[in-house]
């Protein structure tokens, strides 16, 4: 119902917007006809709606808001989650913390541990990204995105926390690439033999 409501109030953008997503398109397609040799085509169809819906709604947003506004908006969502999370884990113990496999690992308003680390990773380079993209509104969204650093270590997620680091490893790459030609070559030649050496740990000492 919400991305009929967000097509239906500006559809001309919506359609522009779709039409230039050939590809996405072929793939919603195809995803609605494995319904045909799928095992349980009921539940393929269920989350085949889910998709749909899920993926025009992306669109619709896409074509409302720039990638400032649309940063800020998503930056927000997680940040009403950190928050809470926050909140559950520190007044409430016995909800937002693990007590059986992970004994005091912080899950937030997640029932698993993994999951609070997995959006808080994601949360944390969105934070990045809605600081850099928004410079007035910085000083909201950085210590959002240490707000999330510190609950991916609560959660004891390692994964996660490797996650959101590579990520902003990512944002601050294009930050210098963006400084001048001189400093594109050199921070793209130490990413390339960054990520050289790391290939050969893994492959000869892993």
């Not at 001309?12 to 398109?25: C, E, G, K, M, S």
């Not at 490797?162 to 001048?180: D, P, Q, T, Y």
Request: net charge positive.
């Amino acid at each position: 119902a919400l991305a009929l409501a967000l097509i239906a109030a500006q559809p001309v953008d919506f359609a522009r917007a779709l039409l230039r997503q050939p590809f996405l398109i072929m793939l919603l397609w195809l995803m609605c006809a494995s319904a045909i040799w799928s095992i349980t085509p009921d539940q393929t169809l269920r989350r085949g709606v889910g998709l749909v819906f899920t993926s025009l709604s992306a669109i619709a947003l896409a074509a409302r808001f720039r990638w400032s506004q649309l940063a800020e908006i998503i930056a927000t969502g997680f940040a009403i989650m950190a928050v809470g999370s926050f909140l559950v884990g520190a007044v409430l113990p016995g909800l937002g913390r693990d007590h059986e496999l992970f004994a005091g690992a912080w899950r937030g308003l997640w029932p698993d541990k993994n999951l609070l680390g997995g959006y808080m990773a994601l949360a944390g380079v969105i934070f990045a990204g809605a600081a850099m993209l928004n410079p007035r509104r910085a000083l909201i969204w950085w210590p959002m995105l240490g707000l999330a650093l510190l609950l991916i270590v609560l959660s004891t997620s390692k994964t996660a926390l490797l996650s959101c680091l590579l990520g902003l490893c990512g944002i601050a790459f294009v930050w210098l690439v963006r400084r001048g030609p001189a400093m594109a070559v050199g921070t793209t030649y130490a990413a390339l033999l960054a990520g050289v050496v790391v290939a050969m740990t893994l492959l000869l000492a892993s």
